[in-house]
């Protein structure tokens, strides 16, 4: 990728992640979230994956989950920073999360957690995840969401913009669930699924929320962010819109945290194919229970709908 398409400093990622990785244990609700769930989700499969690698791993949460299933025998952990590969529990390899030294058809599952949400070139990261799993091999991740975070980033927005006069991005932005399906069908995974959910965490206050994103990784890492850090006034300016739209009664603060889960197979003939257009056995309009109409004309429809999942965190002293 040529430099003007580059989005994140991927340097300074690295140098961030490596200073505060003695704090990663103390502030692994997020990690300890997507871990649970990403490891209920494979041990549903009810087929055994020999050989696993947890792909920006941080300190192995993620794996060592996985490593307690049954069906699980060997699990490798891959992370860009050596002080948090360091914490690891198994073998383990240092690289970029976007550039892979993965063996063909070598991994029969890959799992991330967290992490895939910070690269540069995504659309290039899953074509290499795919290729490094063997045929019917399964990938699943989790990354942030479009709606991850919004409440901090119109905070510092309107803040600086008042006290400064001007106002530069704080707050990496992250892609919606449609757009990161989008991209696990243009990276040729069968059978994609992409899927979110919202969770509201409560912190003590907002400079305690913004102590724990930057401890995973999550502060300003653009390149096209301001060279000057956040003046005194800025920062307590940005702390009082907080509190003023986005307090609980018992004066702690909300954030929201968009989880986008991710899920494709690498193809194999054995897998299951679409049909063929005009081949289906009963109409639509039957399953549905509705009345069919011919086109132009207007069509009614049950208005059942589906809302997206939401999980309210309870609070917590000292972070999440």
Not at 60 to 69: K, M, V
Not at 176 to 195: E, I, K, N
Not at 228 to 240: D, G, N, W
Request: glycine residues 6%; charged residues 25%.
């Amino acid at each position: 990728m040529s430099d003007e398409t580059l989005l994140f400093d991927r340097k300074l990622l690295r140098e961030r992640r490596a200073r505060f990785a003695h704090e990663i244990e103390a502030r692994e609700f997020l990690l300890a979230h997507v871990a649970r769930e990403i490891a209920e989700r494979v041990e549903l499969m009810l087929r055994p994956f020999p050989l696993a690698l947890d792909l920006g791993a941080y300190h192995g949460l993620l794996g060592r989950s996985l490593a307690e299933i049954k069906s699980m025998r060997g699990v490798i952990y891959a992370e860009s920073v050596f002080a948090l590969a360091a914490l690891c529990p198994g073998p383990s390899l240092v690289c970029d999360e976007d550039l892979l030294p993965l063996k063909d058809a070598s991994l029969n599952l890959i799992v991330s957690g967290l992490a895939l949400h910070r690269v540069n070139d995504l659309p290039g990261a899953l074509i290499q995840i795919r290729r490094a799993l063997k045929p019917d091999g399964l990938f699943i991740a989790a990354l942030l969401g479009a709606r991850a975070l919004l409440e901090l980033r119109q905070a510092l927005l309107e803040a600086e913009a008042e006290t400064e006069g001007g106002a530069s991005p704080r707050v990496s932005p992250f892609a919606d669930v449609r757009d990161y399906g989008a991209l696990l069908q243009r990276a040729g995974f069968a059978l994609p699924v992409a899927d979110a959910e919202t969770l509201t965490v409560v912190y003590p206050s907002p400079r305690e929320l913004m102590r724990e994103v930057r401890a995973l990784g999550g502060g300003n890492v653009l390149l096209a962010r301001s060279k000057s850090p956040l003046s005194r006034k800025t920062l307590a300016r940005a702390e009082a819109i907080y509190r003023e739209r986005h307090a609980t009664a018992d004066g702690r603060v909300s954030a929201t945290f968009e989880i986008v889960y991710l899920s494709g197979w690498a193809p194999d003939p054995s897998q299951q194919k679409p049909l063929r257009p005009g081949s289906a056995a009963h109409r639509l309009a039957e399953a549905l229970h509705t009345t069919e109409h011919s086109a132009g004309d207007k069509a009614s429809f049950p208005s059942n709908r589906v809302s997206p999942k939401t999980t309210d965190t309870p609070p917590r002293d000292g972070g999440v």
